[in-house]
């Protein structure tokens, strides 16, 4: 019988331990516990770091996983390298549910960088509307540029206010709405948009939105990860655990 451990914290995660569940095979989904109010899932849960590679692997083992699916956010790159190791020294089968990056269409205004140091010194210049559609982990590399006014799209509200000196915050979960989010830009007069390329449908409202209005988007490119096996559709994972 598999056994298996999804990292999640990610939309792709749920639903694959939805679907997970509805096969009724007996599946763990992990968090890193950054979120305050995770929703309740249909598989057992277990919360924070695992203490590197080594921890993640005792863990492999001391659960005896049998299937480990790295359904993390394309930008939690360490988690995902620790993956790969882990899954080496435990023995244990990897593979990685990933979204495809987005990539410009006709209409769209993005510049690339490759992180967000690269993009805060893309802020460089006269002070603008900008939405920072990142999360609460990176706002304090933006007080570099307290030029702005920034729109700041959170999931929880910051335990101290970010360090610009002229921001609003909404608490909102996604998944967007495109239409939704064209509103909210051209009610806070948006002139930029700094996005990290995530991929998926659940983020992807902001990007539409920009489209349609013309606001160009700094769009920072995905960080290196190792090579592993990596799928983009939850019917692979489970066609795998299956096999
Ligand atoms: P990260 O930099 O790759 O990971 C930092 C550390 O957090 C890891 O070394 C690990 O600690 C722990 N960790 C990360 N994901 C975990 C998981 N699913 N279960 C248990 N421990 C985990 O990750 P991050 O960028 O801080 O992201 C943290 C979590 O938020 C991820 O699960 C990711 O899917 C989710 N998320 C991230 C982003 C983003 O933009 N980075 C966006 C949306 C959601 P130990 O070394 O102690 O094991």
Request: glycine share 6%.
């Amino acid at each position: 019988m598999p056994n298996i451990l999804v990292l999640g914290g990610t939309l792709e995660a749920t639903r694959l331990v939805d679907a997970l569940a509805r096969a009724q095979l007996p599946t763990t989904l992990s968090y890193a516990g950054r979120v305050a109010r995770p929703k309740p899932q249909p598989v057992a849960v277990r919360v924070g770091g695992f203490g590197g590679a080594d921890g993640l692997a005792r863990y492999l083992r001391a659960q005896n996983i049998t299937h480990l699916v790295d359904a993390t956010h394309p930008f939690a790159a360490t988690i995902s390298t620790n993956a790969i190791r882990a899954a080496q020294l435990a023995g244990t089968n990897l593979l990685a549910l990933t979204r495809p990056p987005w990539t410009a269409c006709a209409g769209d205004q993005w510049s690339h960088v490759p992180d967000i140091p690269a993009a805060v010194q893309a802020l460089a210049g006269p002070a603008r509307n900008v939405m920072l559609a990142l999360g609460r982990m990176h706002l304090a590399a933006f007080a570099a540029q307290p030029q702005h006014r920034y729109l700041l799209r959170l999931v929880d509200a910051p335990q101290t206010p970010p360090p610009l000196p002229d921001h609003h915050i909404l608490l909102e979960r996604g998944p967007f709405d495109a239409d939704t989010d064209a509103a909210l830009m051209q009610a806070h007069d948006i002139t930029l948009i700094v996005a990290k390329n995530a991929g998926g449908t659940g983020a992807q409202a902001k990007l539409i939105a920009a489209r349609k209005l013309r606001i160009p988007v700094i769009m920072i490119d995905r960080p290196p990860i190792p090579a592993r096996a990596q799928v983009h559709d939850i019917a692979n994972v489970l066609d795998w655990i299956t096999a």
